[in-house]
């Protein structure tokens, strides 16, 4: 990459007032693919990034290191009564870093609903498809293949074909993977193509700035447009502001700081005039069950995700569906997961080379309803996130249970036990019934996110969304929202690809802009 264009907090010691054509704010999926297209286009970007610029090199698959300066709140944010816990990146290129590589395209259903629903009628899969086919390209997504799966996403598989359930092979944008499994922690050898290796060194190609350690505190706005973006330098040997201030005005200023952090900088900036701002938050709720195997598993070695299962993806009308895949074991990751202390915890680690983590990911926002949670702001400024668990998930979380049992033992599982604080060991299908007497909800068993959508969503009623289908503000002209918040539902898939795409079209629009000033 182009280090002469990239400015952190020890280059960063005096307050400056800098001009541009387009500032972005986030380096993730949405505003590195937009970067990388204006840029090429001639226009001048600068970028803002609150994480630092950690590539390659610093990636040592050392799990404490990496949860500690790659995600947010040093892999602890959660919601506000701690029972989601949310793993989302804190780093150059956003949660791209750190993501297990798995890409969908955006499902016929959910555009079908975002039509209907939401006045979104341009997005379509025919309208849609060659902006896929131009990420797939870029980002070398091309399908994993169903014999180089590790044994933990094997249980799927054998599973599934024992119970006659679907599963299909993922696709990941990688590049000579090495199926070390460490994707979490960062790509030891470069091969994952998120946007630390991709776009963000095609936008520096061509002329972008990028500062690093800045953190966006509000946007400064008249009754028609975006004034001037107000940013703090970040120490982050402390995470504490070094009180060094980045002045960007700029014609065009775009949000790409993720489904958390934008609405909490909108929010910050008092832009919240129909208090829609941060509603219908969705996180895919995740559950799981560790299954454990005669034979080794090994999960925390081989391409982390390869095989899913939508079988239950959509379950009628009144019900919340969901897709089914598996987490990698690693240490840390897999003892957080496990709701158990002391003498039972170190049991549990001791079975970990034989566990296979099966979770389930439900499809939020997409019940009419089902609104989600919400972002509001704490008094320190930061994101609080709420996140009601309704009858509806907790009735969800209860099915999905079941079917996580009874795919591990079609697999040979000899047990599988629930991460609910007081488990239940289920070790053949007469004792899939104990769970029916388990609860489900908001800490009764571990729930974790990793995809965060919402909250500045998209529409054409401005009642009822913050941006039009042209992905520009329905107030100020010249605020544009680029990443995962503007979607008006979940997906029901990983969110990656969607947003990748997203991006493309939201540079036309972009540029179109410009071109018009």
């Known amino acids: 990459m182009n280090s002469h264009k990239i400015f952190d907090y020890t280059q960063l010691t005096q307050t400056q007032d800098i001009s541009c054509t387009v500032c972005i704010i986030g380096s993730g999926a949405g505003g590195a693919t937009l970067a990388a297209q204006l840029t090429q286009q001639g226009h001048d970007v600068v970028m803002l990034e609150a994480g630092s610029n950690r590539y390659t090199k610093h990636f040592n698959m050392n799990e404490s290191e990496a949860f500690t300066h790659l995600y947010q709140e040093g892999g602890l944010r959660a919601t506000e009564d701690l029972s989601i816990s949310i793993l989302q990146g804190a780093t150059l290129g956003g949660s791209t870093t750190i993501n297990w590589t798995t890409c969908f395209r955006t499902p016929s259903r959910i555009l079908s ?6 006045g979104l009628h341009k997005f379509t899969d025919e309208y849609l498809q060659p902006y896929f086919e131009k990420v797939e390209k870029r980002l070398n997504i091309q399908p994993w293949s169903e014999a180089s799966a590790n044994e933990n996403n094997k249980v799927i598989v054998n599973g599934a074909k024992a119970l006659d359930w679907e599963y299909s092979v993922l696709r990941r944008n990688v590049k000579a993977c090495a199926n070390s499994g460490y994707c979490g922690m960062g790509c030891p050898v470069g091969a994952k193509q998120g946007m630390l290796l991709t776009t963000i060194p095609d936008a520096l190609n061509a002329g972008m700035r990028l500062y690093c350690n800045t953190h966006a505190l509000h ?225 009764k068993h571990g729930i974790f996110s990793a995809h965060q959508m919402g909250g500045l969503p998209m529409g054409k009623d401005p009642n009822i969304s913050i941006v039009n289908p042209k992905f520009r503000h329905h107030t100020l002209e010249n605020l544009y929202v680029v990443d995962g918040s503007i979607f008006p539902t979940a997906l029901g898939v990983n969110p990656s690809q969607t947003i990748y795409t997203l991006a493309l079209i939201a540079s036309e629009n972009i540029h179109q802009h410009l071109q018009n000033i």
């Open 113 to 118: 609903i975002w039509r209907k629903r939401f």
């Open 219 to 443: 946007l400064n706005s008249s009754n028609t447009q975006v004034e001037r973006v107000v940013a703090e330098v970040v120490d982050p040997r402390t995470n504490k502001a070094t009180g060094v201030r980045i002045n960007v005005k700029a014609k065009i200023v775009v949000s790409s700081c993720g489904a958390i952090n934008g609405p909490a900088l909108f929010l910050r900036s008092g832009l919240n005039n129909k208090n829609i701002i941060g509603k219908r938050t969705f996180l895919h709720p995740v559950i799981g069950v560790a299954a454990e195997f005669e034979k080794p598993i090994k999960g925390f070695y081989g391409a982390p995700q390869s095989i899913s299962s939508h079988q239950f993806i959509d379950r009628g009308q009144d019900k919340i569906g969901y897709f089914i895949e598996v987490a990698p074991t690693h240490p840390i990751l897999a003892s957080t997961a496990a709701s158990s202390f002391g003498a039972n915890q170190q049991l549990f680690m001791k079975k970990l080379s034989n566990l296979s983590f099966l979770i389930a990911i439900h499809a939020d926002g997409i019940h009419p309803e089902d609104s989600g949670g919400s972002v509001s702001l704490r008094p320190s400024g930061r994101p609080k996130i709420s996140y009601p668990v309704s009858p509806l998930l907790q009735e969800a979380f209860s099915h999905s249970h079941t079917s996580l049992a009874k795919i591990a033992l079609a697999a040979g599982a000899k047990n599988c036990h629930t991460m609910h604080v007081q488990g239940s060991l289920i070790e053949s299908n007469n004792d899939i019934a104990k769970l029916q007497q388990q609860e489900y909800g908001a800490l």
